[in-house]
């Protein structure tokens, strides 16, 4: 039976569900998280590696040849050196579409939060309501969520305008919504000169990754007004330090990646890791990447 190890199941793992399925396809164990030293010792001699967010680079793969494959407990895969995996015929697996629903679901939480502020609002809160029938939002990454987002957004008579078929007009939204993967190409996509063309007084969403804004601009957007408020899941740094400037700002509302962790979600997600390895196990590429 192939060796396995999980190295960073913090957000699926809270006592709440069965690893079940992966127990009966391969000799695993799972760790909450794990240092840099950590994962040396628990890498030796493991030939199948799950991971959330831990980063597997090709000094990794060169450190532990026995190496075979790596599962990702996510759809995106930025953090895993996928050209030295190919090279050295280490099978790539992550997990499409698991979290449609919930992301979606979070993105327009977050933007109720900003429009509507039901966790906050009290009696002296003067902070008029927002209505978003009759609004726009524009929306970055058209995929499954990108699609979700609009879909929930049309249900409240907001127009919806993806970027991919209008740039321009999805910029210039009341509201625009990030629900795109992170490239090298797209880092830091949401700058100065980007958020200069969104109009004034506009609404940013971000639920897909921290490091497509520019953190230090849209600060200074959120405090010179040009934007009324960011709702935010991600962040560059997670967990956020002191240096973060967008802590403490009160339009912006920051939740702690959190929006694919109902329960329903993560056992999805065991169902799909043990999917992709039984798949790898038979010769199958069912969500291989390479």
Known sequence: MIKGVFL????????????????????YNYYLESTEEEAKARLRNTEAVFVDSFPIDRKIMDDNPQLKYIGIAATGFNHIDIKAAEEKGI????????????????????????????????????????????????????????????????SLGMKVIPYSADPEGAISADV???????????????????????????????????????????????????????????????????TCPLLNLENCVI??????????????????LAENLRSFLEGGRFNRLV
């Open 176 to 242: 625009l919504s990030l629900n795109c993967p992170l490239t090298e190409e797209n880092r830091h996509m949401v700058d100065r000169a980007f958020i200069s063309r969104m109009k004034d007084g506009a609404i940013l969403i971000n639920t897909a990754r921290g490091a497509l804004v520019d953190e230090q601009a849209l600060a200074e957007a959120l405090k010179s007004g040009k934007l009324k408020a960011a709702g935010l899941d991600v962040l560059e740094k997670e967990p956020p330090d002191e």
């Open 91 to 154: 099978a790539v697996t992550n997990i499409p579409a698991y979290s449609t629903d919930a992301v979606a679901q979070h993105a327009i939480s977050l933007l109720l939060q900003i429009t509507n502020r039901p966790g906050t609002y009290d009696d002296v809160d003067t902070t008029p309501l927002m209505l978003l029938n009759g609004k726009s939002i524009g929306i970055v990454g058209y995929g499954n969520i990108g699609r979700k987002v609009g879909e929930i957004a049309s």
């Open 8 to 27: 960073d199941c913090t957000d699926i793992s809270r006592g709440d569900i069965s690893w079940e399925p992966m127990e009966k396809l391969c000799d």
């Open 255 to 272: 939740t702690p990646h959190i929006a694919f962790t109902p329960k329903e979600t993560r056992e999805k997600i065991i169902e799909l």
